[in-house]
């Protein structure tokens, strides 16, 4: 009787010992099977694979980067993905070419700002904030007067590549 219950025991122990360790093989498989298949898939051997997309499965949840073309490649991609069986949501954080671009072009605005301030005796560049969101110049900061304000602003302006300038500085 002791020798049945030893048995069965064991068998149970082996069994749960069994289902807990091969748990994350599981769920490893179930990403890489995610990511394959996107690989795989029509349109991304069609009309994606020439883009930079980087494709991450984990328990589910797809996270995508990289950069595509345009708006209709980041669109075909999350909808690729979202229809493999297995995935539970995509987190999406593709950009296109034209972003990059824009990004780009208002991280160089805001450096010529900074430069110009830099330059200019009667402002303090080191007291200055510059943030650039497409070409809109957003000053914070302290100026320790009115008249200060007001220049900082005008030398923004006066960069080619500034749209308008939001001058959020405060008096000290």
């Given amino acids: 009787m002791k020798r049945n219950e030893i048995m069965i025991l064991s068998c149970i122990a082996v069994m749960s010992t069994l289902s807990v360790t091969s748990m994350p093989v599981r769920a490893s498989e179930t990403n890489d099977m995610i990511e394959s298949s996107f690989h795989q898939s029509y349109i991304y051997t069609t009309y994606l694979n020439h883009q930079l997309i980087w494709v991450h499965s984990k328990e589910g949840v797809v996270t995508l980067t990289g950069t595509v073309d345009d708006q209709t490649h980041r669109i075909m991609a999350e909808e690729t ?71 900082t602003g005008i030398c923004a302006k006066n960069i080619n590549s500034v749209f308008g300038v939001n001058n959020e500085m405060t008096i000290d």
């Fill in 81 to 151: 993905v979202a229809k493999i069986p297995g995935v539970t949501r995509v987190d999406s954080r593709l950009v296109t070419k034209a972003e990059v671009a824009t990004m780009n072009e208002d991280n160089w605005t805001g450096k010529k700002v900074k430069f110009s301030l830099l330059l200019h005796r009667n402002v303090s560049a080191s007291k200055t904030s510059v943030k650039v969101n497409h070409g809109i110049v957003t000053l914070k900061g302290e100026a320790s007067s009115v008249a200060q304000k007001d220049l």
